[in-house]
């Protein structure tokens, strides 16, 4: 498995930018996917970007156009920019790795979330 920590949250006006990153530790055989989602209070989780091992990005419809999902060279950090913010982006922001185990089982692994508050 591998720990994933993220940073970055905070409170933000309508309009304004933040960029979130998540610190990977660990190791795994082979990572399929970085993601990020977001549950907002009383929402189900949602993805709101993936980038994959082959640096293939897709976005949620509401965020298209707004935020990037990028890493790093090393494969340590993965981020989120996000511009444009709006208060129905406010929700815990989640990082979350996808892929195989040194012991060829999937492997699923979670931040703990970081907090992101758009206001009016």
């Known amino acids: 498995q591998v720990q994933l920590v993220e940073s970055g949250g905070g409170l933000v006006q309508a309009g304004g930018s933040l960029r979130l990153a998540c610190t990977i530790s660990?190791?795994?055989?082979?990572?399929?996917?970085r993601n990020w989602y977001r549950q907002a209070p009383g929402k189900q989780r949602e993805l709101v970007a993936t980038?994959?091992?082959?640096?293939?990005?897709n976005y949620a419809d509401s965020v298209k156009g707004r935020f990037t999902i990028s890493r790093d060279n090393f494969e340590s950090t993965i981020y989120l920019q996000m511009n444009n913010l709006s208060p129905e982006d406010t929700a815990v922001y989640y990082c979350n790795v996808r892929g195989i185990g040194y012991d060829w089982r999937n492997t699923d692994s979670w931040g703990r979330g970081t907090q992101v508050t758009v206001s009016s």
């Open positions: 660990g190791s795994i055989y082979k990572i399929n996917s």
């Open positions: 980038i994959t091992s082959g640096d293939n990005t």
